[in-house]
């Protein structure tokens, strides 16, 4: 089966591991992030709805976040690329929210719902 990694968690960047400690501890910009990729994931899963898929069981640890240089991306998409054939390039796509909090204009937030083993569709 063809996968690849399409980032961490929304619980992996915003709540505490079993250890209770962030793996990206919250500070200033946490929240604002935070807001940010939840709007993101209200705005895909209002989408989905729309078209009549339900996911089946989405919460935090079955959504993915990663941040994509803007450019980069566009330089994706000019070549014919989809979002989900990106090719992977650690100078332009990060995992970081810090990265992204540092120079929110320069990257998208691109978020994607995994495990999809409960989805459904009705017409």
């Known amino acids: 089966v063809y996968t ?51 996911h089946g069981h989405p919460h935090l640890n079955n959504i993915t976040v990663e941040f994509i240089d803007k450019e980069y991306l566009a330089s994706e998409k000019q070549a014919g690329r989809g979002i989900n054939s990106v090719v992977f390039s650690r100078e332009h796509i990060t995992w970081d929210p810090s990265v992204y909090a540092g120079d929110p204009q320069k990257y998208e937030v691109v978020v994607r719902l995994i495990d999809w083993d409960r989805a459904s569709y009705r017409n």
């Open 4 to 54: 690849r990694f399409c980032g961490l968690t929304v619980a992996d960047l915003f709540l505490p591991n079993k250890l209770g400690r962030n793996m990206f501890p919250p500070n200033r910009w946490s929240s604002q992030v935070f807001r940010h990729v939840i709007q993101k994931v209200c705005a895909s899963m209002a989408g989905l709805q729309q078209k009549g898929i339900e």
